[in-house]
């Protein structure tokens, strides 16, 4: 067995996240960012101002508390500030270490859909109008397909740059989600899905198929087509999709009552647990260097404790 498949076998029988795929740290090589794996534990290279740097382990799998020390070492030896982790769950940080706690770059609290059940047992599960609104959307006529090529990333990328001006945030540019879909294997691949109303397309979501597991990570729609309910359509054959591929669970990939009631509120209408995640934490490796960190980010009119997340749903999704 090759190492990739190793390491991502190890993930799948950990409950593991695709964050620690070798197909998610070839993603964040194109990207630009330094990689290691230390005790099979993915940790990626952020360059921060001032010539500074930290470590960042998402979503460690299972049994990984073990390659802490040894990270912290190794970044420390790099002359990075800090080593941030954001766990599965709640993980011991090493003996003599400073831990801040720190914002949450991928989301705190998500919805987690058994997908191994019938049609019937799924739309069973959501609330009436989940259901209905992917009915609507069926009798309006929408069609869903899944697409890939440039013409395909273009397509997403104008209606999320249609839904950021919109919901005010900032899109992503154009070659972050070519990367997104460039690397796949027989075991990952993220996926473009598009809602069709005759030739227009109206919504589009971007969902990581990975071992037993897919996760939305990306959506968008035409807000001035809302009235079609596409995005619930997109939603239920996502999951249809993770289903007949193989997979047990879809993710529906954060939840936020507070800062998205109307993302939150769509995805829990399909159903699902409720999951959450403990609070990143930093472990701080230089604490001269980590006070200057946080007193740039002062400087620059951010809290401390928040941090633009890299990763994730956009604030499209809802449509997420």
């Given at each position: 067995?090759?190492?990739g498949s190793?390491?991502?076998?190890?993930?799948?029988?950990?409950?593991?996240?695709?964050?620690?795929?070798?197909?998610w740290?070839?993603?964040?090589?194109?990207?630009?960012?330094?990689?290691?794996?230390?005790?099979g534990?993915?940790?990626?290279?952020h360059?921060?101002?001032?010539?500074?740097?930290?470590?960042?382990?998402?979503?460690?799998?299972?049994?990984?508390?073990e390659?802490i020390?040894?990270?912290?070492?190794?970044?420390?030896g790099e002359?990075a500030?800090?080593?941030?982790?954001?766990?599965?769950?709640?993980?011991?940080?090493?003996?003599?270490?400073?831990?801040?706690p720190?914002?949450?770059?991928q989301?705190?609290e998500?919805v987690i859909?058994?997908?191994?059940?019938?049609?019937?047992?799924?739309?069973?599960?959501?609330?009436?109008?989940?259901?209905?609104?992917?009915?609507?959307?069926?009798?309006?006529g929408?069609?869903?397909?899944?697409?890939?090529?440039?013409?395909?990333?273009?397509?997403?990328?104008?209606l999320?740059?249609h839904t950021?001006?919109?919901?005010?945030?900032?899109?992503?540019?154009?070659?972050h989600?070519?990367?997104?879909?460039?690397?796949?294997?027989?075991?990952?691949?993220?996926?473009l899905l598009?809602?069709?109303?005759?030739?227009?397309?109206?919504?589009?979501?971007?969902?990581?198929?990975?071992?037993?597991?897919?996760?939305?990570?990306?959506?968008?729609?035409?807000?001035?087509?809302?009235?079609?309910?596409?995005?619930?359509?997109?939603?239920?054959?996502?999951?249809?999709?993770?289903?007949?591929?193989?997979?047990?669970?879809?993710?529906?990939?954060g939840?936020?009552?507070?800062?998205?009631?109307g993302?939150?509120?769509?995805k829990?209408g399909?159903?699902?647990?409720?999951?959450r995640?403990?609070a990143?934490?930093?472990?701080?490796l230089?604490?001269?260097?980590?006070?200057?960190?946080?007193?740039?980010?002062?400087?620059?009119?951010r809290?401390v404790?928040v941090?633009?997340?890299?990763?994730?749903t956009?604030?499209?999704n809802?449509?997420?």
């Amino acid at each position: 067995m090759r190492h990739g498949s190793l390491v991502n076998a190890r993930i799948e029988a950990g409950m593991g996240s695709f964050l620690q795929t070798m197909e998610w740290e070839e993603i964040q090589r194109r990207m630009g960012r330094a990689t290691r794996r230390i005790d099979g534990v993915l940790y990626i290279r952020h360059e921060l101002p001032l010539g500074m740097s930290y470590w960042y382990a998402p979503r460690p799998p299972m049994g990984a508390a073990e390659s802490i020390g040894a990270a912290a070492e190794a970044a420390l030896g790099e002359g990075a500030a800090f080593l941030r982790i954001e766990a599965a769950e709640a993980i011991a940080p090493p003996n003599g270490r400073h831990v801040n706690p720190a914002a949450n770059m991928q989301p705190v609290e998500t919805v987690i859909i058994d997908v191994s059940r019938s049609d019937a047992a799924l739309l069973g599960a959501m609330h009436p109008k989940t259901r209905y609104n992917i009915r609507l959307a069926e009798r309006h006529g929408v069609i869903i397909r899944r697409e890939s090529g440039d013409d395909a990333v273009r397509r997403f990328q104008d209606l999320i740059r249609h839904t950021a001006a919109r919901d005010g945030f900032h899109p992503h540019p154009l070659d972050h989600y070519a990367k997104l879909l460039a690397v796949r294997s027989p075991q990952f691949s993220n996926e473009l899905l598009f809602a069709y109303l005759g030739d227009r397309p109206v919504a589009a979501a971007m969902v990581n198929w990975c071992g037993s597991r897919a996760t939305y990570l990306h959506g968008a729609s035409d807000y001035a087509m809302r009235q079609c309910m596409a995005p619930h359509l997109v939603q239920w054959e996502a999951m249809r999709g993770a289903r007949d591929g193989g997979c047990d669970v879809y993710d529906l990939w954060g939840i936020d009552d507070e800062r998205w009631p109307g993302i939150s509120r769509f995805k829990r209408g399909f159903g699902g647990a409720i999951v959450r995640y403990p609070a990143a934490l930093d472990i701080v490796l230089s604490r001269p260097r980590y006070a200057l960190y946080q007193l740039q980010r002062r400087l620059r009119g951010r809290p401390v404790r928040v941090l633009d997340r890299e990763y994730g749903t956009s604030p499209v999704n809802v449509n997420p």
